[in-house]
């Protein structure tokens, strides 16, 4: 069974910064594209950044030179530093990640549990 356990949450005033963590756990042959999304109270769930095995990063327009994702192939994790928060960001984060399943020769698409990030202006 594969895992995915989000952590960093919290309440932050407007400005602030918070860095989010997801660990992938279970059987990983492989790992391949990692991101972060996030659903605000009544709206539905949106990317907010995306990583490839190799790095490359992709982010929604809204937190483009505030938020970073980064990954930690070695640990199987996945990063989201969040700078200058705003209370527009207020959300509960998820993770999710691409899975290769051996048996089916395959990657599946797994997600956390998410982890609420409120921002207080």
């Known amino acids: 069974q594969v895992q995915l356990v989000e952590s960093g949450g919290g309440l932050v005033q407007a400005g602030g910064s918070l860095r989010l963590s997801c660990v992938v756990s279970g059987r990983i042959p492989n790992i391949n594209n990692m991101g972060w999304y996030r659903q605000a109270p009544g709206k539905e769930r949106e990317l907010v950044a995306t990583?490839?095995?190799?790095?490359?990063?992709n982010y929604a327009n809204a937190v483009k030179g505030r938020f970073t994702i980064s990954r930690d192939n070695a640990k199987n994790t996945v990063y989201l530093q969040m700078n200058s928060l705003q209370s527009e960001d207020t959300a509960v984060y998820y993770c999710?990640?691409?899975?290769?399943?051996?048996?089916?020769?395959?990657?599946?698409?797994?997600w956390g549990q998410g982890t609420l990030v409120t921002v207080s202006s």
């Open positions: 999710n990640a691409d899975v290769f399943q051996p048996l089916i020769y395959r990657y599946l698409e797994h």
């Open positions: 990583i490839t095995a190799g790095g490359s990063t």
